[in-house]
């Protein structure tokens, strides 16, 4: 039986999502230093969304970084491909 080849590798789908958070990210840091911050969100609204929105990009970066080296490992470590 024939496979049909995936439209996006996940490694892909995985990078985009990350450049994504971390323009979330970016807007955010400019948000703060504008102070235009005040007036969409009260402080500590903000401040839980800064929280969400950094935490979202940093385990983005960790995923990225666990699927790039799971993709450079050596032939050895990783498993046999399934039939």
């Known amino acids: 039986m024939a496979f ?3 439209l996006w590798r996940a490694d892909e789908v ?3 999502w990350r450049s994504l958070a971390q323009r979330r ?3 955010f840091v400019e948000l703060y230093n504008s102070g235009r911050w005040k007036q969409y969100y009260t402080e500590d609204a903000f401040l839980a969304q800064m929280r969400e929105v950094v935490r979202g990009a940093e385990e983005w970066d960790k995923l990225v970084g666990a699927n ?3 993709a ?3 032939a050895t470590d990783r498993p046999a491909p399934e039939s």
């Open 4 to 6: 049909a080849k995936p």
């Open 25 to 27: 990210r970016t807007h």
């Open 72 to 74: 450079n490992a050596p």
């Open 68 to 70: 790039a080296a799971r």
């Open 14 to 16: 995985s990078l985009r």
